[in-house]
T-cell receptor, first 117, second 111 residues
Framework: GAGVSQSPRYKVAKRGQDVALRCDPI?????LFWYQQALGQGPEFLTY????????KSGLPSDRFFAERPEGSVSTLKIQRTQQEDSAVYLC???????????????FGQGTRLTVV | ELKVEQNPLFLSMQEGKNYTIYCNYS?????LYWYRQDPGKSLESLFV?????AVKQEGRLMASLDTKARLSTLHITAAVHDLSATYFC???????????FGAGTRLTVKP
């Protein structure tokens, strides 16, 4: 595609509900990143994929957060039993390089704004 | 762990004035990125600075990198209203596959 696409753009979840956020990276991009951006803050790293392999998940805040990229393209970030503190914008970024994001420019999607009520 | 600090966090400028946003980082990082974010929008890449002394300019924005001082600056020349946005710098950590962001500088340019 022309850019990184995320869906849904907005999601309201009741506390305790499970949610799934989707990211379609730029076609052919090897690396994919998820970030969490709280209101008024900078993006915080969650996890990183190179193709289908999840190479770093050190930023996931709890075991309620799970990400996958089974075929090396589309990725899903799942949050189980959502809590109010999970409310944030979740950003996805992709790069063409096989190395870290720092070696190539990262393109960000529009984000999914999650509100847990 | 790499830490990135920006200042100021909030900046209100008059059109036509100049100002500089500062970005300090805590450990070695040989790549420094500047992004712009408009309300409700994603991050737009502005500059990628790859080496000590690098300077890049685009329109009224100029970014520089001093790796010895672990400092990057984003200079705004003759500000216009269209520059109102939040600006983020981000540095890289050799050991991690992530990009560490500063808290952002919310810039408002007033007529």
């Amino acid at each position: 595609g022309a850019g990184v696409s995320q869906s849904p753009r907005y999601k309201v979840a009741k506390r305790g509900q499970d949610v799934a956020l989707r990211c379609d990276p730029i076609s052919g991009h090897v690396s994919l990143f998820w970030y969490q951006q709280a209101l008024g803050q900078g993006p915080e790293f969650l996890t990183y994929f190179q193709n289908e392999a999840q190479l770093d998940k050190s930023g996931l805040p709890s075991d309620r957060f799970f990400a996958e990229r089974p075929e090396g393209s589309v990725s899903t970030l799942k949050i189980q039993r959502t809590q109010q503190e999970d409310s944030a914008v979740y950003l996805c970024a992709s790069t063409s390089g096989r190395t870290t994001v720092m070696n190539t420019e990262a393109f960000f999607g529009q984000g999914t704004r999650l509100t847990v009520v | 762990e790499l830490k990135v600090e920006q200042n100021p966090l909030f900046l209100s400028m008059q059109e036509g004035k100049n100002y500089t946003i500062y970005c300090n980082y805590s450990t070695t990082s040989d790549r420094l990125y500047w992004y712009r974010q408009d309300p409700g929008k994603s991050l737009e890449s502005l500059f990628v600075l790859l080496s000590n002394g690098a300077v890049k300019q685009e329109g009224r924005l100029m970014a520089s990198l001093d790796t010895k001082a672990r400092l990057s600056t984003l200079h705004i020349t003759a500000a216009v209203h269209d520059l109102s946005a939040t600006y983020f710098c981000a540095g890289g950590d050799y050991n991690n596959n992530d990009m560490r962001f500063g808290a952002g500088t919310r810039l408002t340019v007033k007529p």
